[in-house]
Each structure stands twice: as structure tokens, then as C-alpha cells.
């Protein structure tokens, strides 16, 4: 890292290295991969994934999105991250908070977030999951300036 201040308006370099994201990592207790897959698979439409036979005996659970994959990992000294949390990306908000509320997921709607529709849950263990989708109208309005 830099010691410069950078104000994030700099241009990128030539070739940062950095490709894409290839998977996120949330935190869960022992025991809870079965409610992990009912709400990554059977919910919000993840597929899992096998892990690998030297990691498998961890325990926990992989989950893969399009261009993405989310990794659930177990640890004995597990606290719910509520703030930090993965965002992503639907197609249909609407369709996507019906589906979770009709499965008892509590939703935290937000509008603190320009040019997109968000909602906040917690998975299974309470780690914050944010799920949002652009706003077509926000997207389409003129920028004033």
C-alpha cells in the first residue's frame, strides 16, 4: 500500500494484476452447512460447489453465483459479521425479497444507496447479506450538475 493519500479519482494503472473477485468468505459456526445450503441454494439460487478433498474436512460450504463464488468456513470462535457483509447483484429485487420473506427472512429495506433498490438480511448464522439491483429510472434520469 501507498504512503500517498489517494483520493480515488486517480487514474488506474497500466495493469493493476487484479482480474476480477473470485470468491467471498463468510464465517459460520460448526454444524450449520445444512441451513447454509437451504438459504444459498434453496433460497437465493447459488449453486454448490464440491470443495476440494484437503479442505472438505474443514467442514462448511461452497456456493457459486455467477462470477462469483461465496465461501462458507467454519470457525470455533464464530461472531456474525453485521456490518461488513458481501453485496449482490439481481436481476429482480422484488422477486428476490418475496422469495425470502415467504421463507421467514426478515428484510431491512435501505434507500441510502443512489441509483439502486437494496435490501439487507442475515443468512442463516446472522452475518449481513445486501442484495440490490439497479434502479432502471435512477439509471435513465439526467445527471444535474
Same mark, same amino acid.
Given at each position: 500500500?501507498?504512503?500517498?493519500?489517494?483520493?480515488?479519482?486517480?487514474?488506474?494503472?497500466?495493469?493493476?494484476?487484479?482480474?476480477?473477485?473470485?470468491?467471498?468468505?463468510?464465517?459460520?459456526?460448526?454444524?450449520?452447512?445444512?441451513?447454509?445450503?437451504?438459504?444459498?441454494?434453496?433460497?437465493?439460487?447459488?449453486?454448490?460447489?464440491?470443495?476440494?478433498?484437503?479442505?472438505?474436512?474443514?467442514?462448511?460450504?461452497?456456493? !457459486?453465483?455467477?462470477?462469483?463464488?461465496?465461501? *462458507? #468456513?467454519?470457525?470455533?470462535? =464464530?461472531?456474525?459479521?453485521?456490518? @461488513?457483509?458481501? %453485496?449482490?447483484?439481481?436481476?429482480?429485487?422484488?422477486?428476490?425479497?418475496?422469495?425470502?420473506?415467504?421463507?421467514?427472512?426478515?428484510?431491512?429495506?435501505?434507500?441510502?444507496?443512489?441509483?439502486? !433498490?437494496?435490501?439487507?438480511?442475515?443468512?442463516? *448464522? #446472522?452475518?449481513?447479506?445486501? =442484495?440490490?439491483?439497479?434502479?432502471? @429510472?435512477?439509471? %435513465?434520469?439526467?445527471?444535474?450538475?
Amino acid at each position: 500500500m501507498s504512503s500517498s493519500t489517494s483520493t480515488g479519482t486517480e487514474a488506474p494503472p497500466a495493469f493493476s494484476g487484479v482480474t476480477g473477485l473470485h470468491h467471498i468468505q463468510l464465517a459460520v459456526p460448526g454444524g450449520v452447512e445444512d441451513a447454509c445450503r437451504a438459504f444459498w441454494v434453496g433460497l437465493v439460487g447459488l449453486t454448490e460447489v464440491p470443495k476440494p478433498a484437503p479442505l472438505a474436512a474443514r467442514g462448511g460450504a461452497w456456493f !457459486r453465483g455467477p462470477g462469483f463464488e461465496l465461501h *462458507v #468456513g467454519v470457525t470455533s470462535d =464464530f461472531t456474525p459479521a453485521t456490518k @461488513a457483509h458481501p %453485496a449482490i447483484l439481481v436481476n429482480d429485487i422484488d422477486a428476490m425479497a418475496e422469495r425470502l420473506t415467504a421463507a421467514g427472512v426478515d428484510l431491512d429495506w435501505a434507500d441510502d444507496f443512489p441509483g439502486h !433498490r437494496h435490501c439487507y438480511v442475515a443468512d442463516p *448464522v #446472522g452475518n449481513r447479506i445486501e =442484495f440490490l439491483m439497479p434502479d432502471a @429510472a435512477a439509471q %435513465a434520469a439526467p445527471l444535474l450538475g
